[in-house]
C-alpha cells in the first residue's frame, strides 16, 4: 500500500497541490505563500525533468460561505464567482502556473464525491447515526471532547477563540475508529509522511489518542453536496473538500491521469494539517486509493505577531506590494526568509530590506554592470577570449558545486537554502569582478583577452544563477536570459544537461534594463498606508444594484487642506458633507497643492469605515482617478451644495 522508493523512482511525475481556499472572502499574503511555494516547487520539478501536474482551486460549501454570503446580502454562488474572479486575477499576476483550477462546485466534482460517498456506504465504511457535539461555524469543525466549558457552560473553539454552537442531528458516520491500526502503521512505513518531522510527532501521537468516528453529513446546511439517495442531508465540507485531490486530476473523468499522477505531495498551512494527515488518508484508504505521498505542514505569515487571517482583519493585501514592485520580489521575499515549516513575521520593512539588498544590489547590479560593461567595451558582443586563469576556472566549479547544494536542497523543499546557496555565489561572482577589474582592463589594449574572458565568465555566471532562481522569480530569470542574449523560454531548460559554458556563442547582449528598482523605504510605508485601490483586473466582479447603493455618495465642499508630514503623496482635508464637517486624508498631493483644492467640490464616500493613516484620522475618502500613479478628481462645477447625493 505505501509507495516504495523504487516506485517513486521509477514516476518520473510529481503531483502537487495547494489547500482550496474558502471564497468568504479574497486571497491575502498567507494563501499566495501557499499557492507560491507550490508553483516553485512546480516549476522547479519541471526543470528537474519530471511530468508535473499543480492543482489548486477555491473550497466552495458549507455553512461558512452560506453565512458568509447571507451577511453580504448576495448568494454562496455569487459570492464564490465573484471570489474565484480575484483569486484568478491574483494567481495570474503572480505567476501562478497551474495545471488546473478546481472549484467544488463543478460538477464532475459533486459526482465524483457523491460516487465515493456511495462507495464507502456500501463498503460500511460509513453508516448512519446520531450525532451531538459542539461545533465551530467559523472553522467547520467539531470541537474535540475535552475542550471545557466556560462558567456559562459556552464551548468556545480552541483554534479561533470563537463561541461554538451545540449541533444534535441525525448523521452518517465516516468509521475513522478503523483505521486508526493502519494510519499507525502508514506513518511508521514513511516516516516523511507528514513533514517537517516535528509534525509527525504531532499528528502520530494525535491518533495514538484514539479516534473516533466522524460526523460527515448535515441537515442544518444547505450548501453543500447532498448525500445520495438521502438528500435531507448535505455532505459535510470537509470530506467535499478533500475529495478535490482526486477529482481535479481525473477521478470519474480522466483515470488515466489520475492513475499516471498519483500520489500528490499536498502542501498545506499547519491549521489544517490534520485535516490532510489522518481524516484523507483514511478516506483514501477507504475509497481504494493510495495514501499522498506527503503532506507538508508549512508555518504561518503573522502580522503583528499574530496570524495573518481574514477573521482577524490583520491580512495584507498582496496587490499593494504587486503594484509597488511586481510578483518576484514578493515571490523571492516569502521563499527566502522562512524555512517552510517556521512562522515568519511580515513586517514592510524587512520586505524592502529583502528587496533593496538582495534584489537590487546584489544580483541587479551584478547583471547591471556585467551588461553595461560587455556593451560599452565589445558594443554588445565578446570578440576576444583570452586564456582562462584559475580564478576563472573557480567561477566555473563554483558554480558547479552551488548547483549540486542548491537542487538538493530545492529537492528537500528548502527553498530558502536553495536561495542562501545562489546568493552566496551571486556575492562570490560580485567579489570576482572587483577583484579582476575590468575597468582597469579596458584601458590597456594588451589586455583586451583577458578583459573578455572576466566579463564572459561573469555573464556565464549570471545565466547560471538565472536558471537556478527560475522556480523561484519565472519572470525575471528570463528577462535576464533574454538580455544575456538567449532566445526561448528559459523554464525550457533542464538542470541535468546545463552547461555553465554554453552562453549563447557570439548572441548580442542587450543594453541593461532596470530589472529590480530600488524602493524607497519612507515613500512606499505611506503609501502602502494609504488606502488602496483593489485591482480587479481580469477578473468579472460584478455589484449588484444593493451592493452598489450601500455606498453614500455626497458633495463636499473642500475647507481646508495641509500636507501630512513625512507622506509625500498625503494630504489631509477638511470638508463639509453637509450633515457634517470632517476630516479625510487623501492620496493626492503629488497632483495638487493644498491651496489649489480649497474652495473646490469634490466627491467623497462617506459611509467608509474610518481609518488613520499615517497616524492621521480619515473619515471617508474622495474619488480620483489614478493615471501614472498621481490622482486626478472629478471637480462638482456649478452651484451644487454640499450633502447633495451622487448616484
Ligand atoms: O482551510 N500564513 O481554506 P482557507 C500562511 N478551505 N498560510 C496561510 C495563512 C497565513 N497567515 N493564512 C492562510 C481552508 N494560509 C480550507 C482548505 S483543503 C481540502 C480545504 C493558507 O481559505 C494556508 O495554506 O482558510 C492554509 O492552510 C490555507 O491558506 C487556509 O485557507
Not at 453580504?72 to 497551474?98: C, H, M, N, S
Not at 546545463?498 to 547582449?509: K, N, R, S, V, Y
Amino acid at each position: 500500500m505505501p509507495e516504495t522508493p523504487a516506485a517513486r523512482a521509477a514516476k518520473p511525475t510529481f503531483y502537487v497541490t495547494t489547500p482550496i481556499y474558502y471564497v468568504n472572502d479574497v486571497p491575502h499574503i498567507g494563501h499566495a505563500y501557499t499557492t507560491i511555494i507550490a508553483d516553485t516547487l512546480a516549476r522547479y520539478k519541471k526543470m528537474a525533468g519530471a511530468e508535473v501536474f499543480f492543482l489548486t482551486g477555491t473550497d466552495e460549501h458549507g455553512q461558512k460561505i452560506e453565512k458568509a454570503a447571507a451577511e453580504k446580502g448576495t448568494t454562496p454562488k455569487a459570492l464564490a464567482d465573484a471570489v474565484v474572479g480575484r483569486a484568478q486575477g491574483l494567481w495570474k499576476a503572480l505567476e501562478i502556473d497551474y495545471n488546473f483550477f478546481i472549484r467544488t462546485t463543478m460538477d464532475f466534482h459533486e459526482k465524483g464525491v457523491q460516487k465515493l460517498f456511495a462507495r464507502l456506504l456500501e463498503k460500511g465504511d460509513i453508516y448512519k447515526g446520531e450525532y451531538k457535539g459542539w461545533y465551530c461555524v467559523s472553522d467547520e469543525n467539531f470541537l474535540a471532547e475535552d475542550v471545557s466549558a466556560d462558567a456559562h457552560g459556552h464551548k468556545c473553539c480552541p483554534d479561533c477563540g470563537k463561541k461554538s454552537v451545540v449541533v444534535s442531528e441525525e448523521t452518517y458516520f465516516f468509521r475513522l475508529s478503523a483505521y486508526q491500526e493502519k494510519l499507525l502503521d502508514l506513518y511508521a512505513a514513511r516516516p516523511d509522511f507528514v513533514r517537517p518531522a516535528s509534525r509527525m510527532n504531532e499528528v502520530e501521537s494525535f491518533v495514538r489518542g484514539g479516534l473516533k468516528d466522524l460526523s460527515i453529513t448535515r441537515t442544518t446546511v444547505k450548501w453543500g453536496v447532498p448525500v445520495p439517495g438521502d438528500p435531507a442531508h448535505t455532505i459535510y465540507v470537509w470530506f467535499d473538500a478533500l475529495h478535490n485531490y482526486v477529482t481535479g486530476i481525473g477521478y470519474d473523468w480522466n483515470m488515466g491521469q489520475l492513475e499516471k499522477f498519483w500520489p500528490a505531495v499536498h502542501l498545506v498551512g499547519k491549521d489544517i494539517l490534520r485535516f490532510h494527515a489522518i481524516f484523507w488518508p483514511a478516506f483514501l484508504m477507504a475509497g481504494g486509493f493510495e495514501p499522498p505521498r506527503c503532506v507538508f505542514g508549512h508555518g504561518w505569515w503573522l502580522k503583528d505577531e499574530a496570524k495573518m487571517s481574514k477573521s482577524k482583519g490583520n491580512v495584507l493585501d498582496p496587490y499593494v506590494i504587486l503594484d509597488a514592485v511586481g510578483p518576484d520580489p514578493l515571490r523571492y521575499f516569502l521563499m527566502r526568509e522562512i524555512p517552510i515549516g517556521l512562522d515568519g513575521n511580515f513586517s514592510h520593512e524587512g520586505f524592502l530590506h529583502r528587496v533593496n539588498s538582495d534584489l537590487a544590489n546584489d544580483l541587479g547590479n551584478l547583471v547591471h554592470r556585467t551588461l553595461t560593461m560587455v556593451r560599452s567595451y565589445f558594443g554588445g558582443k565578446i570578440d576576444e577570449l583570452g586564456e582562462v586563469s584559475e580564478a576563472d576556472d573557480r567561477i566555473r566549479t563554483a558554480f558547479e558545486e552551488m548547483k549540486e547544494r542548491a537542487l538538493a536542497h530545492y529537492e528537500e523543499f528548502a527553498i530558502n537554502r536553495a536561495l542562501e546557496e545562489i546568493w552566496a555565489y551571486v556575492s562570490l561572482v560580485n567579489k570576482y569582478l572587483a577583484d579582476n577589474e575590468p575597468w582597469k582592463l579596458a584601458k590597456d589594449p594588451a589586455r583586451r583577452g583577458r578583459l573578455g574572458r572576466v566579463l564572459r565568465q561573469a555573464a556565464a555566471a549570471i545565466r547560471g544563477v538565472a536558471v537556478l532562481v527560475a522556480p523561484v522569480m519565472p519572470g525575471s530569470a528570463q528577462k535576464i536570459w533574454e538580455l544575456l542574449g538567449e532566445e526561448g523560454s528559459i523554464h525550457k531548460t533542464r538542470f541535468a544537461g546545463f552547461d555553465f559554458e554554453a552562453l549563447a556563442p557570439g548572441a548580442t547582449m542587450k543594453a541593461p534594463q532596470p530589472l529590480f528598482p530600488r524602493v524607497d523605504v519612507k515613500e512606499f510605508l505611506a503609501e502602502e498606508a494609504a488606502p488602496q485601490p483593489k485591482t480587479t483586473e481580469g477578473t468579472m466582479d460584478y455589484l449588484s444594484y444593493e451592493e452598489f447603493a450601500k455606498m453614500d455618495l455626497r458633495v463636499a465642499h473642500v475647507l481646508k487642506a495641509e500636507r501630512v508630514e513625512g507622506a509625500k503623496k498625503l494630504l489631509k482635508l477638511q470638508i463639509d458633507v453637509g450633515t457634517d464637517k470632517r476630516q479625510i486624508v487623501a492620496g493626492v498631493a503629488e497632483t495638487y497643492t493644498p491651496e489649489s483644492l480649497e474652495g473646490k467640490k469634490i466627491i467623497v464616500i462617506v459611509n467608509l469605515k474610518p481609518a488613520v493613516i499615517r497616524g492621521v484620522e480619515s473619515n471617508g475618502m474622495l474619488l480620483a482617478a489614478v493615471v501614472a500613479d498621481k490622482a486626478v478628481i472629478p471637480f462638482i462645477e456649478g452651484d451644487v451644495p454640499a450633502g447633495t447625493k451622487v448616484k
